[in-house]
């Protein structure tokens, strides 16, 4: 399973690990997992250092368009990783993630799309009632509608939201580390449990850490039923389009 690259080229015979998809003693996609995590948060602390050191002051306040989405570039190190990985050690993106989605990755993904926007509902509604009317008022969308100016940065957002984050969070979660949990054979649903506890916990939302981790087994999911990140992507996706929406009806 893990000779052949996604070129078709051999991989390096001198190297039973390699052979094996270990690297370090470990399988790949946890070491991609792990790498790609360390460096997002690093990254995430350099650009807060930079906002409180004075950077801010530099941009017109009538627009931090371009600091916004600045702010998503760490998000980018989480799909790089695992693509770099599966190239280099593994079978490559469509041999290991079935990247390229098919008609069933698209129904899958669609159907636990809504099931995650259901879920989110239901557990909002539960939440609000715990931390009152303060719960959504500062939702990531007000926050982007209030920092930026001009259809075009919310266009160019929206995509980020819809198309960008959840190829990079699906590539890391439901592709490197739920193949390396899958390596060692953990059972399937335990691998559900532990990516949607990941993909919660990254957000960095506490208030929302319910909500999200109920969104993230309903994206796994797809991963879990057709077997391919191409399903769990198009889940994402949808989850991720009305929230898009509504950031762009504010322009």
């Not at 190297?15 to 270990?22: A, E, K, Q, Y």
């Not at 069933?104 to 993904?109: F, P, S």
């Not at 669609?110 to 931390?131: D, E, H, I, K, R």
């Not at 191409?230 to 929230?243: C, D, E, Q, Y």
Request: hydrophobic share 50%; with cysteine.
């Amino acid at each position: 399973m893990w000779v052949e690259h996604d070129e078709g080229s051999p991989a390096d015979e001198g190297s039973p690990s390699i052979r094996d998809g270990l690297v370090l003693g470990a399988h790949w996609g946890l070491l991609a997992f792990i790498i790609s995590l360390s460096l997002y948060y690093l990254l995430s602390l350099l650009l807060t250092g930079l906002v409180f050191g004075g950077l801010v002051s530099t941009w017109d306040p009538s627009d931090l368009g371009p600091l916004v989405l600045l702010a998503f570039l760490p998000n980018l190190l989480l799909g790089l990783g695992p693509v770099y990985a599966s190239r280099k050690w593994g079978s490559g993106m469509r041999g290991d993630f079935g990247l390229l989605p098919t008609g069933r990755d698209v129904r899958v993904g669609l159907a636990c799309g809504g099931f995650s926007l259901l879920t989110a509902y239901l557990l909002n509604l539960l939440l609000l009632q715990v931390y009152g009317s303060e719960y959504l008022s500062d939702s990531a969308t007000n926050v982007l509608q209030n920092l930026m100016s001009g259809i075009g940065w919310l266009i160019l957002a929206a995509i980020v939201v819809v198309v960008v984050a959840p190829l990079t969070e699906e590539l890391l979660f439901r592709g490197a580390l739920w193949g390396g949990l899958a390596y060692y054979r953990v059972p399937p649903w335990v691998i559900l449990v532990l990516t949607a506890l990941v993909f919660a916990q990254v957000h960095g939302e506490p208030s929302r850490m319910l909500a999200l981790f109920g969104q993230g087994i309903a994206i796994g999911a797809a991963r879990m039923i057709t077997g391919r990140v191409s399903a769990s992507i198009v889940a994402h996706a949808t989850n991720n389009l009305p929230p898009a929406l509504l950031l762009l009806s504010g322009a």
